[in-house]
């Protein structure tokens, strides 16, 4: 079985089997306190389907820069116990793998999630490829929210304020299967932390 954990917008954790039906799920829609419910989220899931689990997926953003962080950590470090592999996934692929499943006729569409501070994040994406992920027709901006109007003119627009871990998941084992990498290792914040590291101190004459 896989596990799927994305913390891009709430904390969504899902666990799947290896033909992606849904085996189990926990999810808070909070875009805060990651960190104070993904340790029984997670419990969750894994009383629910059981803890056979043969691969971790981890959703890699675009998001916040503390909140992908605690979904990374923790699919990784579950892997690590597990000594399982993790797959990176791009969260926008999974929200466009959910809207692909509902409505396979869609033409071209675009997946917008609240980035906070007046942006958002835009992927754009046509149908599926021949591995059967989402096909990303452009990279991923962020934009002000008040400009993406003109961003997303003639775009059928799906503004995501939840993120289904299980699609997520399935998006992971296909990515496997076909031995592709769909993300890094670094996550895709598109904007950079406000806490950075200080640089030297400045030399002060006498």
């Known amino acids: ?7 891009s917008l709430g ?3 899902a666990i799947v089997d290896a033909d992606g039906r ?3 799920d926990a999810s ?3 875009p805060l306190g990651h960190a104070e419910v993904i340790g029984s989220l997670l419990q969750r899931a894994l009383t629910d389907a059981g803890d056979e689990i043969t691969h971790a997926v981890a959703g890699m953003g675009p998001g916040p820069f503390t909140g992908l962080r605690i ?4 699919a990784r470090a579950f ?3 597990r000594r399982i592999s993790v797959i990176a996934v791009p969260s926008h692929f999974g929200a466009a793998l959910s809207v692909l499943e509902e409505n ?3 033409g071209t569409f675009s997946i917008v999630t609240d980035a906070r501070r007046r942006e958002v994040a835009i992927s754009v994406f046509r149908g599926l490829d021949a591995d059967g992920i989402p096909h990303l027709t452009s990279d991923t901006v962020l934009v002000p929210r008040t400009g993406a109007e003109a961003y997303l003119d003639g775009l059928d627009v799906r503004e995501v304020s939840t993120l289904d871990a ?5 998006v992971g084992i296909r990515a496997a299967h076909a031995g592709r990498e769909l993300a890094g290792a670094e996550p895709l914040y598109l904007r950079q932390p406000d806490v950075t590291v200080p640089g030297a101190p400045k030399r002060v004459g006498l």
């Not at 079985?1 to 913390?7: F, N, Y």
């Not at 979904?71 to 923790?74: D, L, Q, R, S």
């Open 1 to 7: 079985m896989i596990l799927a954990v994305d913390t």
């Open 11 to 13: 904390t969504a954790i």
């Open 22 to 24: 849904r085996r189990a």
């Open 28 to 30: 808070s829609p909070d």
């Open 71 to 74: 979904g990374i950590a923790t």
């Open 79 to 81: 892997a690590l116990g």
């Open 104 to 106: 396979p006729d869609v």
């Open 166 to 170: 299980a699609a997520l998941a399935r």
